[in-house]
């Protein structure tokens, strides 16, 4: 039997489901404290968050943003996707993304891009399925400012 999935839009509430899927299926260290004062900062126009839910409880959740260069039209740029792995390959990302394809467009945003950790082949798989063509190799370079 298909499992029967709504999607919305994220409220502050959901934080801690959010920050469970982070820590469980995406390996991230995750501090629910963090990710409520996040989601309270929110900007609308420029960012969106939607959550997958079955039966009242969050199973994924997608957070994308307007991303903006001086050489390029806007694009909006998947900050976050993940779905709890018992609900994964049941139709939940496609959703999510979908969500996140519609705020873009209703934004004027004609462009979707996500960058995906060189391991995750199954995310890679399952962007490809999607319509995403892969464009180039990167290095991820990051400093701690103190």
């Known amino acids: ?14 934080a801690e489901a959010i920050c469970e899927i982070c820590s469980s299926d995406l390996g991230y260290p995750c501090n629910p404290g963090l990710v409520r004062k996040k989601m309270e900062g929110l900007s609308p126009v420029r960012e969106a968050v939607f959550v997958a839910l ?31 792995k018992e609900f994964q390959a049941g139709g ?3 959703a999510l993304l979908a969500a996140a394809e519609s705020w873009a467009k209703e934004n004027g945003i004609r462009l979707m891009r996500v960058i995906s950790g060189a391991n995750r082949t199954g995310a890679h798989a399952f962007y490809e399925a999607k319509g995403y063509v892969f464009g180039k190799m990167q290095k991820n ?5 103190v």
């Not at 079955?54 to 900050?79: P, W």
């Open 1 to 14: 039997m298909a499992i029967k999935w709504d999607v919305r839009p994220a409220v502050v509430g959901d």
């Open 92 to 94: 939940v990302g496609s």
């Open 54 to 84: 079955v039966d009242g409880k969050c199973i994924g959740y997608i957070h994308v943003e307007r991303y903006d260069t001086l050489y390029f039209e806007s694009m909006a740029n998947i900050l976050g996707i993940a779905v709890r």
């Open 141 to 145: 370079f990051s400093k701690t400012l």
